[in-house]
Nanobody
Framework: QVQVVESGGGLVQPGGSLRLSCAAS????????MGWYRQAPGKQRELVAS???????RYPDSVKGRFTIARDNAKNTVTLQMNSLKPEDTAVYYC?????????WGQGTQVSVSS
């Protein structure tokens, strides 16, 4: 049974930074592709960063150059460093893990960017 704990959300001013963390247990973490998604009110959930089990990363243009995803297989964690935050980055952020047909989600953490 997978246990997932997300942390690091909060309120930040435009231009500020936040670092999200996701810790997963009960799985062979190193074998999972990991990602961060976000969902703003009234919008569909969207991928903001992904990292494969072999450390290949991918970002949509909306966050490229501002967000960085990283994983630490020794600690079973994946992080999302978010810099130069904009009001449009406001959303609930979710950690996701996938391996074949298996998938899990974190509980979500709120990120709010406002002055």
């Amino acid at each position: 049974q997978v246990q997932v704990v997300e942390s690091g959300g909060g309120l930040v001013q435009p231009g500020g930074s936040l670092r999200l963390s996701c810790a997963a247990s009960g799985i062979i973490f190193s074998m999972y592709d990991m990602g961060w998604y976000r969902q703003a009110p009234g919008k569909q959930r969207e991928l903001v960063a992904s990292i494969t089990s072999s450390n290949n990363t991918r970002y949509p243009d909306s966050v490229k150059g501002r967000f960085t995803i990283a994983r630490d297989n020794a600690k079973n964690t994946v992080t999302l460093q978010m810099n130069s935050l904009k009001p449009e980055d406001t959303a609930v952020y979710y950690c996701n893990g996938r391996r074949g047909s298996r998938q899990f989600w974190g509980q979500g953490t709120q990120v709010s960017v406002s002055s």
